[in-house]
């Protein structure tokens, strides 16, 4: 499900650990969810690590994982 309330609050600061933070993400397709479905919090997500200041955004490989959204390579 695509998760609109998931956005940053102005009132929040973003980190200023002395060095670089990454998210990673699988982009699994949960029960009763579209790949659509799971790209929409896949994009919700980079861009609230974005606001965050999250410096980059990874996907991971998927090798024989029918719940994954993406492809492997």
């Known amino acids: 499900m695509y998760r609109e309330d998931l956005k940053l609050e102005s009132t929040q600061q973003t980190s200023t650990a002395p ?3 990454s998210v990673l993400d699988n982009a699994h397709t949960a ?3 579209t790949v659509e479905d799971a790209f929409g919090e896949v994009i919700n997500l980079a861009k609230v690590a974005d ?4 410096q980059r955004f990874w996907m991971s490989e998927h090798h024989a994982m029918p719940g994954a959204s993406t492809s492997s390579p």
Do not use: E, P, R, S
Request: proline share 0%; hydrophobic share 40%; charged share 0%.
């Open 31 to 33: 029960v009763g969810q």
């Open 51 to 54: 606001q965050l200041g999250y």
């Open 19 to 21: 060095f670089t933070l």
